[in-house]
């Protein structure tokens, strides 16, 4: 009796994955896969070769770099790892050039393999130009074609040979047409190929396959972003805010001075934006303005002004949008902010609107991604404008317990505008293409409380930090890397880990074995072997983390091993703007893209965006400089 086949036993492995190839233009080519491994073979021999000689110079240059970061003590004195503490001005381009440490100083082994994969992105934008190039050239064959039959024809007769002549020009025009209909009866009775030379056969070929690539790969470009720079009068120094908050008249000398403390070592600058209903409060008898009327007006300042900047750089106007996203996790009011964008810019009423709250400082990657799958799903040439803040009008905390007043010290006013596409015409112009977008969500009580909006014991609603917070991101993160890894991690490192994870796999079993038989661990000659820590470096360019807080991007910069440029953004952007929620990575890509001189961005870099938020969340995205 014959087995049944069970189709369950053979679902595709978890490695086939490792890599989106359906993003690269030619990657679906099997020499492909033969280059990779000759590849990674290359990288295998020369990590055997040059490791001495490679350790001994990175444990050199990671001595040179250890420097710790002071807390923030004045104004014009304090600097952050030699980088120079400045205005919120964003006149940093000084500062980054005193950096120690930048991409010239620094020698990591770059992917071949990614390197070519880059490239082939960057190439793909033209690829609309060169399916019309080809056409062109089919058009050009088939006419030479007809061309030297007919002079053929006309040799053979013994007549006059042919002449650039308006009688010549009909002829070939009638014989093209008379070709193209002897195919329409040819491809009926299925033999329509032998009417062709081989050339035109290829070129046709090579269309249709030039043609079949665009239509299953669907891109998403990044044809703008802005980011809203406070005017001056919203912006106030440590002491201010600290006086802000002693003439609330709420808060008691032990908690201004648990602020003051935690603005220290913040790592803000002294030119961070409060909006005006609470920057009112530095008057004399003024308190806080918490109404829902200024919290619109903080809104409308900061999204009409981003909208407006992120649609002229892209060069569309409010009629061109087809999808609409905006995240503000704390104030979602009635009508939505969505409506109030498409009421102010006057947006066509079939336009798509989606309000995002309670995301956290992670929802612009969110929004993002929910653009993605909208602009993939409808098809056709759309655009989307993403809008991302945070309105800190209604959201001062008036209590004294810690685990509250923590946002009161860390948040600021800030916001983003993006603008994406789907059209194949636009990657010529575009500023960045999405390669890939992770997602992490927790679902335990202890992620879910971690950051938990709610009254504190006298009824004043704020937003608590619980103090797992830091291991519940470490967590989240730890899956989120787990899962982006295999995206854009070349194949030699992609091997290291799974080395690593095979070996303490062996080593924990074999502890098991010898603790049930002996009684004992023998721990004098099994290992305790630790997790690898894959090195990002090799396939990411430049990094955009979250700027929750000092501790957040020194506690990431040391797990994951980059060097100072690689978090100069994210401090820098903390420096000058605080913690804008989900809007820091874009002024931390902003700063990339036009200010920092220490590692600049090339064609064909790509960029890692990580981000937390509540519930507990983590999300990524990886873009490629086009």
């Not at 704390?330 to 995301?359: E, H, I, Q, W, Y």
Request: charged share 20%; proline share 4%.
């Amino acid at each position: 009796m014959r087995a049944s086949f069970d189709l369950k036993r053979y679902q595709p492995r978890s490695y086939s994955r490792m890599i989106n190839w359906g993003h690269v233009l030619g990657t679906h080519a099997p020499h492909f896969l033969v280059l990779g491994l000759v590849i990674l073979v290359a990288e295998l021999n020369e990590d055997r070769k040059g490791f001495t000689k490679r350790f001994i110079l990175q444990h050199h240059h990671n001595r040179f770099l250890n420097i710790s970061m002071p807390p923030q003590m004045s104004h014009d004195t304090t600097e952050i790892n030699t980088m120079r503490r400045v205005d919120s001005d964003m006149s940093i381009a000084s500062s980054a050039a005193e950096a120690q440490s930048n991409a010239k100083d620094y020698r990591v082994r770059k992917s071949s393999l990614i390197g070519m994969i880059n490239w082939g992105h960057v190439l793909g934008t033209h690829a609309p130009h060169f399916l019309v190039l080809g056409l062109v050239i089919l058009v050009a064959e088939l006419v030479h074609q007809v061309v030297v039959d007919l002079d053929s024809k006309v040799e053979h007769e013994g007549t006059t040979r042919l002449s650039l002549s308006l009688e010549t020009i009909s002829a070939v025009f009638l014989a093209i047409n008379e070709l193209l209909v002897g195919l329409f009866y040819a491809v009926y009775d299925s033999h329509g190929w032998v009417l062709f030379s081989p050339v035109v056969k290829g070129t046709a070929l090579a269309l249709i396959v030039a043609l079949w690539y665009i239509r299953q790969e669907s891109p998403i470009y990044l044809m703008s972003f802005a980011t809203f720079k406070a005017p001056d009068s919203w912006k106030v120094s440590h002491a201010q805010l600290i006086q802000m908050m002693r003439n609330q008249g709420t808060f008691s000398e032990e908690s201004l001075q648990f602020m003051a403390r935690i603005l220290e070592r913040s790592g803000t600058g002294q030119a961070t934006a409060w909006p005006p209903g609470i920057v009112q409060s530095l008057q004399p008898g003024v308190k806080a303005d918490r109404s829902i009327s200024a919290s619109r007006q903080e809104a409308e300042t900061v999204l009409f002004d981003v909208a407006e900047q992120a649609m002229e750089k892209a060069g569309v106007k409010p009629k061109d949008i087809d999808v609409l996203v905006i995240n503000c996790s704390l104030f979602s009011p009635t009508p939505s902010l969505c409506a109030m964008v498409a009421s102010r810019f006057k947006m066509r009423s079939d336009v798509a609107t989606f309000n995002l709250s309670g995301m956290g400082c992670s929802a612009s990657l969110i929004s993002i991604d929910l653009a993605k799958q909208l602009l993939q799903a409808r098809g056709g040439a759309c655009k989307a404008l993403v809008l991302s803040t945070e309105i800190i009008t209604p959201n001062l905390y008036h209590g004294n317990d810690r685990g509250f007043l923590i946002q009161n010290t860390l948040f600021r006013c800030g916001g983003a505008g993006m603008v994406l596409s789907n059209s194949w015409m636009d990657g010529r112009r575009a500023w960045y293409k999405l390669l890939h977008t992770v997602r992490v969500q927790g679902t335990g009580n202890e992620s879910y409380e971690c950051v938990y909006e709610l009254e504190d014991k006298n009824g004043e609603r704020g937003v608590r930090l619980s103090k797992d917070i830091v291991k519940v991101a470490g967590k989240c993160m730890e899956k989120n890397m787990t899962m982006l890894g295999p995206l854009v991690l070349p194949y030699g490192e992609q091997a290291r880990v799974v080395i690593s994870v095979v070996a303490r796999f062996i080593c924990k079993k074999l502890g098991k074995m010898f603790k049930a038989k002996d009684g004992k661990m023998p721990a004098s000659w099994i290992p305790k072997l630790r997790p690898y820590v894959p090195d990002f470096k090799r396939g990411i360019d430049h990094f955009c983390i979250h700027a929750g807080g000092r501790a957040v991007i020194d506690g990431i910069e040391k797990n994951m091993k980059l060097e100072l440029f690689h978090t100069e953004p994210s401090r820098m952007a903390l420096l000058n703007y605080g913690n804008t929620s989900s809007s820091s990575i874009w002024y931390e890509l902003e700063y990339i893209h036009e200010h920092q001189k220490s590692n600049p961005i090339k064609k064909g870099d790509r960029v890692m965006q990580v981000a937390f938020g509540s519930g507990f969340k983590c999300t990524s995205g990886v873009w490629l400089k086009l």
